[in-house]
């Protein structure tokens, strides 16, 4: 797959297991992308010891070409989305 969008579950333990699940379909140079980061954030969704926002963020300076915090934008935009990359160069992992 090109791209993968994970717009399902909003608790953090999900949120990594379907990035576990799918990772290995994603072709070289694919996009995933993952909606609802914020609820990192919020009790009622952290059922993990680390947070699914933590989980990507080491995740993508392990695997992703250009490293997650020379393009760090600060966190959350105004719209909830978190910004990781640059471009999509970047996010080739």
């Not at 297991?17 to 952290?46: C, Q, V, W």
């Not at 993990?48 to 935009?77: H, I, M, Q």
Request: one cysteine or more; glycine letters at 6%; charged letters at 30%.
């Amino acid at each position: 797959m090109d791209l993968i969008v994970d717009d399902g579950s909003h608790k953090s333990s999900d949120q990594i297991k379907t990035l576990e699940l799918l990772r290995e379909k994603l072709n070289p140079g694919g996009i995933y992308i993952l909606e609802d980061t914020h609820t990192s954030f919020m009790s009622a969704y952290m059922d993990t010891e680390v947070s699914a926002y933590v989980y990507f963020k080491e995740f993508s300076d392990k695997n992703c070409k250009t490293p997650y915090k020379e393009f760090w934008k600060g966190g959350l935009r105004d719209d909830g989305t978190l910004v990781l990359f640059k471009d999509k160069e970047s996010l080739a992992i």
